[in-house]
């Protein structure tokens, strides 16, 4: 069984197919998609598509649309995350790649809603890019935290080590594909596969075979495909192995 718990196939990237790509998901073995809302304007959307069997939600505002969170907007999103098909908040984060919101803003967001989380008893799935350092230090001061993965991680091992301390667990992706992906790989090989979830980021991130096209939720599979390669693990152990630790997180039940 794998699980794709992390998919924006709401993108519209999908629009003129996105019947067929989740068939040919749970077709390719896919049980269940995770579909994220993370800006405003696609909440609608994202929650009209987890009407569907085995797709699941998750609702929040991204760090790149930090500057949009204001009361309006969190009271809209305090009443999706009370839909039961919605398992967690994300992605929520920090991203100075882009910066595309301020960096005080980012911050200030990320950590109302890092106790938005916690006063909802939901996890979250935490985008971080360039900003471990704040990411830790945040984490480090928060009176509370709620369960969750670092989506996407892109940190180092010690860095790993620590999030992993804190309870987290990993959200590995496409890049681990790459040929430039030695510290993704160390990461892989010594974190305990019961603390790695698999994920698309889709439409983003085509692992290599796919490089340069749209990435799906099928693909999912070569990741897997790629972290049994580096742990020296079957396929299907690291399948299982991932999805019970996704049902366990998300507490996902059809
Ligand atoms: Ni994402």
């Not at 196939?9 to 049980?31: H, M, P, Q, S, W």
């Not at 069997?53 to 760090?63: A, D, K, L, W």
């Not at 480090?140 to 987290?168: Q, W, Y």
Request: hydrophobic share 35%.
């Amino acid at each position: 069984m794998l699980i794709d718990s992390h998919a924006h196939t709401c993108d519209e990237k999908f629009d003129n197919d996105r019947e067929e790509t989740l068939a040919r998901a749970f077709a390719g073995g896919v049980k269940y998609i995770i579909e994220v809302g993370c800006e405003p304007e696609s909440w609608d959307k994202v929650f009209e598509l987890s009407r569907k069997e085995n797709v699941f939600s998750m609702f929040g505002i991204h760090p790149q649309d930090a500057s949009k969170f204001n009361e309006a907007s969190l009271n809209r999103m305090k009443n999706l995350l009370n839909d039961k098909k919605c398992v967690a908040v994300g992605e929520i984060g920090l991203d100075y790649h882009y910066e595309y919101s301020p960096k005080n803003v980012q911050k200030e967001v990320f950590i109302k809603q890092m106790e938005l989380a916690v006063e909802i008893n939901k996890p979250v799935s935490i985008h971080c890019r360039s900003a471990y350092e704040d990411m830790l230090k945040i984490l480090r001061t928060l009176n509370k935290i709620p369960k969750g993965v670092i989506h996407c991680f892109s940190g180092n091992l010690n860095e790993a080590k620590e999030v992993l301390d804190m309870g987290f667990l990993i959200g590995i992706d496409g890049p681990c594909t790459y040929p430039k992906s030695d510290k993704l790989k160390d990461v892989i090989a010594n974190v305990p596969i019961n603390k790695l979830l698999v994920e698309t980021d889709c439409p983003y991130l085509a692992p290599q075979l796919f490089r340069g096209q749209r990435n799906e939720p099928s693909y999912v599979a070569e990741v897997a495909k790629k972290i049994a390669e580096v742990k020296g693990m079957q396929f299907e152990e690291v399948c299982n192995a991932t999805a019970a630790n996704t049902v366990n997180l998300f507490n996902l039940r059809s």
